[in-house]
């Protein structure tokens, strides 16, 4: 069974404050994604990395693709409110048509 | 713009009354998803189409039941809701299976009472 684990948990910081979240697996996985979800909608799709040692940028939002395809990351600079969310890293299942969802990592940003 | 639609945003319904939820997607894509999401816990899928053919998951409860007259429409049916269902109920596509970026609805939180 592939599975994708997140930490922390459970995340609350100050406004301006730079933080990262871990996705961590022993699979190897063709492709990561990293969606946000607020509160009382559906999570938005971020980014997806493909290649190992892959780094992209979305504005403030740096995400990380191991080079063995087996953990990512997420680093937060100067973290603002408007931050505040659950945010899930996902994969393809190898050899199979389901995506694999971490637990998530509740963000709280305090202004 | 493109998108993923559900109706209604809010449903609720009593012990053993069946509802409907229903998805539209202006995205043109092959796969269709249904999620069930509850206390900010990570989706857990129910099943999805993949164009017509229908994949569920083994641990999908029979209550639950899913139709896809067209491609652009997908419905989720509860056929007697237990108050174990109450979540949230997300939509979701994506253009094929293998490289599967998803697209979500802002899904349709159903209480039951």
């Known amino acids: 069974t592939q599975l994708l684990e997140q930490s922390p948990q459970f995340l609350s910081i100050q406004e301006g404050e730079n933080l990262t979240v871990y996705c961590n697996s022993s699979s190897v996985f063709s492709s990561l994604q990293w969606y946000r979800q607020e509160p009382g909608e559906g999570p938005v799709l971020l980014v997806t990395v493909v290649t190992g040692g892959e780094v992209k940028k979305l504005k403030r939002l740096t995400f990380q693709f191991g080079d063995a395809r087996k953990d990512s990351s997420l680093h937060i600079t100067a973290a603002q409110p408007g931050d505040t969310g659950l945010y899930l890293c996902?994969?393809?299942?190898?050899?199979?048509?389901?995506?694999?969802f971490g637990a998530g990592t509740r963000l709280f940003v305090k202004a | 713009d493109a998108m993923v639609i559900q109706n209604p945003r809010y449903q609720v319904t009593q012990f053993g009354k069946p509802v409907t939820l229903s998805c539209s997607q202006t995205l043109n894509h092959n796969v269709m998803y249904w999620y069930q999401q509850k206390s900010s816990q990570a989706p857990k899928l129910l099943f999805h189409?993949?164009?017509?053919?229908?994949?569920n998951e083994a641990d999908t409860p029979d209550n639950f039941q899913s139709r896809r007259p067209n491609t652009s429409f997908c419905f989720l049916d509860i056929r007697s809701p237990g108050l174990g269902d109450a979540a949230m109920y997300l939509c979701?596509?994506?253009?094929?299976?293998?490289?599967?970026?998803?697209?979500f609805g802002p899904g349709t939180r159903l209480t039951v009472l």
């Open positions: 979701a596509t994506s253009r094929d299976r293998v490289y599967n970026e998803q697209f």
């Open positions: 189409y993949y164009d017509k053919d229908f994949n």
């Open positions: 996902a994969a393809p299942q190898t050899g199979g048509f389901k995506t694999i």
